[in-house]
């Protein structure tokens, strides 16, 4: 690591000595976001992970229906009447000539069109539902409020709001309880004494109409489709919601004298009316089985909770503050510290949890609240880096557990070994059907980064022993997936296959650079993990390694797969994710690599790519191949690029192709800053560009 003095950092980028801890505390806090009126598009949000409650204004989903999801809140829409099409089980998908056998790929089938478009709009995720300010039965709107002032305490993750109405101020405190589904709620106003404020919950209904749902979830006014009960009792009352077969329920519980009543009308709303305090609190828990009335704890208790565990989260692990960057590369810095710390502070909250998360995180739904394999790397891998290990812990290696039955059972039905991991999936580890769904190959090496980066924090037993069968399995379906070319003499991979850029004829597609990079490389770990193990190393799993189908060049570049016709002069291969870059900077280099080639593909992609019509972890990727070929300064820029942005509150805007939030935006610029403060092989310590003044705390060399 590079200790340069104060006196000469104008001119270089320098890393203090640790022993000048960087005050986290002050760092976080000066980066809270404030706002005097609602987004249109975006909440503020409170969550632990697995829970998120997205707020407007006034600090609850007063005026603006933003969304409470959950891992476990989940809905299946009646299943198709269609004769034959009734059951999931009537489902067949297609099945495609691959290497001269016809294998079955879950794909929706013409021919089964209501069944296949069930399966892949089944299950999608809830909104569990809505609390707002009832103002005594007034029609109220954000327009009638005045001297709005809210911030989001970043630090304690305690979401405080203020406001004046008919002259009165009203204030609210909101937090989320770090370890359960749970928001805590404290209001003060006079109009609570005069009964003129008062509390709203309400429910929608699901339905997997839409593949996204932007910026509200679930559907308001289908009422009669669905169904609420209430009992309640002193202080406390258990709300029950049935929308077909999912039923859960949402226990609220006050401190003082108050009436619960509703529903109104024909709706699903039920208020609760404080009578005689000008203070008011109350818990709000959404839940799955019916626990009877168990107490939640007060809003001071949850309150300290929350304080608590923020504390921890931002003071363990790594840390980087560029604020100490003066002159010409202030700006940068300070929006890039901006976009960092709003980025961890909505990781945490929106991707933290048991299964990964969706790309909209808990914010709202993206392809019907379902996760995708592929991006699990980007949504977890950033954990680690930053030394976050109790947050990927909740998800892996046991998310991998979870579905490995389900990925034996699909590799078996296509004549291979091992596990193929799917790509769009639900809590049960069924893949959406969908041609590029099935035929994706990159997400199968990602044990493989995940397991390797966890050894080299932890080399121990028990690391080894927590991934064996992941990587035990992978590796056999990688090793059999791979084809042997006897014209050729080695290993191919594919056809058919998508390759990341998921825009080529699959059934063209053959050896995509990225793909054969990171097949040798999860390969490679697959041996040393046997090794370590001290157990025999498959054969067949260093033949295929030993002669997988060399990096594909042409015209002196790596292309995206071989044998693709004049791709850079055709721009329907110069668009989408530069994956080819990935090979040097994401992964470490291939041990069979030609610097000059990775050069000219540099060249080639900064020349001639669309990216304009790049997104999210597509500027992180090129940053990390940029910093690795030694211009940090250009891999700032990509991580600043006018085609990659975070809102006011950090939220990653999805851009012209994917609504807002897009998190992999955000997990992977932190995964690059990790990269870039860490170093790597043969790097000597951070590596930011000349006159950037970097402190940074707790980072590990990538590999
Ligand atoms: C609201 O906030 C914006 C941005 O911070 C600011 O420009 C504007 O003046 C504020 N409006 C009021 C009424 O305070
Ligand atoms: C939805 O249906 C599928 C297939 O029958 C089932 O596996 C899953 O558990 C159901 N999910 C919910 C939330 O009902
Ligand atoms: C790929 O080949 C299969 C036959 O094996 C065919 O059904 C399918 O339509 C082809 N796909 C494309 C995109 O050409
Ligand atoms: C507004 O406040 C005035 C006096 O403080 C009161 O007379 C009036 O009823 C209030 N209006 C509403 C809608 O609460
Ligand atoms: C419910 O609202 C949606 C969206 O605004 C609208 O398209 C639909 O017609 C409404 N349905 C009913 C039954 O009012
Ligand atoms: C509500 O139920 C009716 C009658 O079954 C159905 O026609 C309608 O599509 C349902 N609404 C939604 C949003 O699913
Ligand atoms: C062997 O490799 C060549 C070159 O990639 C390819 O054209 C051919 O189709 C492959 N053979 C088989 C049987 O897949
Ligand atoms: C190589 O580049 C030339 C000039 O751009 C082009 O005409 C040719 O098709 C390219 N060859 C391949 C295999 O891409
Ligand atoms: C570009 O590639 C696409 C897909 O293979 C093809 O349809 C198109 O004709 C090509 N365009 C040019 C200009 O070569
Ligand atoms: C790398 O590629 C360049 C350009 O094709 C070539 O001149 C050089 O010999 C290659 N280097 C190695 C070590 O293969």
Redesign the pocket.
Known sequence: MVLVSIASLCSTSYAESPATKIDRKSVVSSFNPRRNESSATTPFQVGNGDFAFGADVTGLQTFQPFNTLSSWGWHNDSLPTTPGQTSPADYTGLSWWTHGRLVPYAQPNPAEADISQWMVANPHRINLGRIGLHFAGEIVTEQDLSDIDQVLDLYTGTLRSSFEYNGTSVTVKVVADPHSDTVAVEIESQLLREQKLGVFFDYPYASGKNKFDAPYVG????TDNHTTSMQWDEGKALIQHDLDSTTYFNRIEWDGKALMSGPIGTSHRYVLQPEGCTSFTFTSAYFFEDSGFTESGTFDKLSTESERWWRDYWEDGAFLDLTGTRGPNKTDAIELQRRTILSQYLLAVNGAGHDPAQESGLTNNGWYGKFHAEMFHWHLAHWQRWGKWSLFDRTMPGLYQRFLPSSIERAEQQGYEGARWGKMSDPVGRSAPGEINSLLIWQQPHPFMFAETEYSAFPTESTLAKWEDILVQSADFMASFAFWNESTGVYDLGPPMYPVSENTNPNATINPTFELAYWKFGLDIATKWQKRLGKAVPAKWTRVAMNLAPLPISNETYVVYEGIPDMWNNQTYTDDHPAMLGIYGWLPPPPAFNLTIVQNTRDMVYEKWNLPNSYGWDFPLLAMNAARLGDPDRAIRFLLDQHFQFDDAGYPVGGARVPTPYFPSSSSMLLALAMMAGGWPGSDGPQFPDGWTVKAEGFTEAF
């Open positions: 559907v308001w006014n289908a």
